[in-house]
Structure formats: structure tokens, C-alpha cells
């Protein structure tokens, strides 16, 4: 194909990932994969470190362990996602559930880590079912366009924070007696520190590629930030941010670039999770209330996810539908079930496909190759530990605009859309999750409606979904009222 790597069309391979059809080559695709790949490989090194408290007993997943089943989940359910569902969407432990089962369900008294994997299997095999009876490719069609726009700018905004905030640019203030504003620019209203000139290095020459119409602009510009970060960490021995008791607030956010050596991987956690556990030391109305969250945290964050990356990429068709939708969600619920499965939480779609997405990957075949480098990180570390989160951050700020830049196909004019709207896509990024945008914008919207007087317009299964959200803001105060921890 012209422009591209050598691909005959209508071969085989053109014809079954459609890349002629999507208007993509394989150069794009390979690029795409490899761009992804960077963009999310930091979770082989975060999730191990989120996951690394005892439970109830003591015991522990262990460091080497959950890193290299991170790698090994995300790699087939990625190569999963491409060869059957089609899409350039990677899937890897998402790092709202897995923030939720270490911090509040593993706390709970006598609960063991195989228990909480175990709700986290439940919660997967729930939301198949949802999926095999056609519930959830329903929920997702009665969904407004003017929301589906807001979830697509949502999405945008709040993988832009995450650049910003994983790269240092942008940093949480403590919460003490004075603070008047919860974030700020760099360290104490500063910029300080090289990993933070890596970063700008990187935003300022991926702009400069993206708006020169540069191919590979965005693989160009983490690579190239990758290779400042390296000389300066071997030659000025940064460090980290925290090495596990010093604090350095001029150091690499999430990972320094360093050489590993290589090691076996681990994959002894693949299989212990226990499903009943919770329901035996909790009781069976304490732990549904736990899986009943999980499951409506991956339910919708999958959801959102989907729908902003695949306008994104242009796969959407005239209708707002998207091609293989059934297959998208069949995936995402199986990765709720490996990922408990194999004691790293679920995995799901993850908003850093859109780096590859941005490369101009648009079909299955750069999450082939996404999965097929994670898998080839189980064995040599050293190629995620060489990519700072500095050099990956300023492709998702990029990418981010490019989300946040639909922002006017909302009607604004009818605020029965236009604040449900508003409330999506500002809560995603200032609530630092998917679900509770979506979530404040169903029910906004479903309320909004009936004061209008036009409850008629509203699908059945809005007003179910809107139910089941407002559960899900109140699950606090039932926790309390149970005595529930």
C-alpha cells in the first residue's frame, strides 16, 4: 500500500483486519501496537505495587509474580481483543478496580487475597452474562449521541490529567489546614527536575510532528524523550520519586530508566483465586454489595472507554454503531474473569489505546502486536524499564486534544444534553474515574428529562441504568448502615 509497509490489498490479511477498508496500512498498524505498548506498559511495574499489601493472613501476591501475570493477562487478552473483536484496543489490569479491591475490599477482616480475586471473578462472570443475553450491547445503544460525545471528551480530558499529573507536570497538593486548591503546577508551584524537561521536550516535539503532519509522530516523540531520559538518568542518577522510604520530588514519577536482567517469569498466581471465600467470612449480603460495585465499576468504565476510542479511531458507523460491539464487550467481561482468575485484578480496555489509535492504528492488528510485546515483557523487563512515564505522558496530553476536540458536536442548546453533557465529561477527569462521570451524566440526564416534561424520550434502560447508579453513589452510606467496612 502506499505510504506503507508492503500489504497487497485484498489479501488475506487486509481482507480479515479490514486495514484497506479502515483506510490504515501495515506500517500504521505496527507503529499503532508498538505506541500503545509504551503508552500502558508501566502497569507490568504499577499494578505490582498497588497490589503489594498483606491481606487478613499476612500473605502477599508477591512483587515478581503479579508483574509478570500482568504482563501475560494483558498479552493474550489483548492478542484476544485484536484477532477476534478487530478493534486497536489493549486490555491490562484497570487501575480503578484494582485501587478499589487493595484499599477497601482487602481490608476487610479475614478476608484472604484468593476471597477478593475471587468477587472480582464473580463480578466477571455476572457482567458475561449481561453481555451473552444482550443487556449490555442494549445499554449501550440506548445511550444518547450527545452523551456518547461527552463520554468521548471525558475520556480525552482525563487521560490528558493523566499525563499531566504520572509526569510530574501536574501535582496533587497535600490535604492540610490552609490548602485552598487541590492541584498545582509542578513541585510547590514549580517546574523543578530533569524528568519534568523530559516531558516538556517530549510535548513540545510531538506537537511540532503532529502539526507538521509527521508520520510515526507520536511513536517519534516517546522514543526520542526515552532516549534524553536514559542519558540523564546514566549520567546524572536521578532516581525515582520514592524508592520506598525517601520521598525526591525531582525524580521519575512511576519508573527510572534502568537495565534489568532478565529473569523467568512467574505465572504461579494463575488459578488461585477463590470465588465463594467472601461470602464464607462476610456473609452473602456484605459481599454482593462488594461485587455489585466491582461490577459496575468494569461495566461502565469498559463502556465509556469503547465508545471514546472507537470515534477516535473513525470505526464508528453513520448510526453511532460500533463494528464487532458484542465481541468488544465479550472480551472486556473475560478479561474481568482472567484477571481475577490470575490474582491481578480485572483488565479491561484501556484509555492508552489511544496512542496507538493516534499513530493511525484502526484495526486488530496493533493490539496484536501490543499483546505480543507484553508478552515478550514477562521475559525482558528491560524494555519497560527503560520508558519513563515522562516520555510517554506528552502522546497522552496529545491524544487527549484530539478527544476533547469533538466537544461541539453536543447540542448545547437543549440542556436536557447539554448539563448531563457537562457533568460526564468534567467529573471523569475531577473524580479521577470513568464510572462516576458517566454515571453523574445518566442520571442528570434522566432527571433533566422528566422535569422537562419529556420523560417518554428516555429509554427504559436509561432509567434502569440512572437506578442502578444512584445505588451505586449511595453504597456508603449502606455500607455503614450495615456495619459493612
Known sequence: MRGGLSLKQGSALDRYFMISERGSNLSREI????????????????????????????????????????????????ILMGAWAKHPFAMATGLGVNAFVAVTVSTNPGLTWPDVMGLVVISGITMLILVLTGFRTAVFKA???????????????????????????????????????????????????????????????????VVRKVKGAILIGIISSTVLAVIL???????PSFDGKNVNPQGWSLVAPTFTEWAAPDLSLIGKANPLGAFDHLGFVAASLLAFV???????DAMGTMVGLANEAGTVDEKGNIPNVDRVLMVDAVGAIAGGGASVSSNQIYVESGAGIGEGARTGLASIVTGLLFLVAMFFTPLINLVPFEAVAPALVVVGFMMVSQVGRIDWQDWGIAIPAFLTFTLMPFTYSIANGLGAGFVAFVLIRTFQGRSR?????????????????????????????
Open 31 to 78: 507503529r499503532g501496537g508498538f505506541a500503545t505498548f509504551f503508552a500502558m506498559s508501566y502497569i507490568v511495574v504499577l499494578n505490582p505495587l498497588i497490589l503489594s499489601g498483606a491481606d487478613s493472613s499476612g500473605a502477599t501476591l508477591g512483587f515478581p509474580a503479579v508483574a509478570a501475570v500482568t504482563a501475560f493477562v494483558a498479552g493474550i487478552l489483548t
Open 143 to 209: 445511550v444518547p449521541d450527545g452523551l456518547k460525545t461527552a463520554i468521548v471528551v471525558g475520556i480525552g480530558l482525563f487521560i490528558a490529567l493523566i499525563g499531566l499529573v504520572n509526569a510530574g507536570f501536574v501535582r496533587r497538593i497535600p490535604d492540610v489546614a490552609g490548602t485552598t486548591v487541590p492541584v498545582g503546577l509542578g513541585f510547590d508551584g514549580k517546574l523543578l527536575g530533569w524528568p519534568t524537561l523530559v516531558f516538556v521536550f517530549g510535548l513540545i516535539l510531538t506537537i511540532a510532528l
Open 233 to 239: 538518568e546514566f549520567t546524572l542518577h536521578i532516581g
Open 294 to 300: 466491582i461490577l459496575l465499576s468494569i461495566f461502565f
Open 457 to 485: 424520550d428516555v429509554h427504559p434502560l436509561m432509567w434502569a441504568v440512572a437506578a442502578a447508579f444512584l445505588l451505586f453513589f449511595a453504597i456508603g452510606p449502606i455500607e455503614q448502615a450495615l456495619g459493612i467496612h
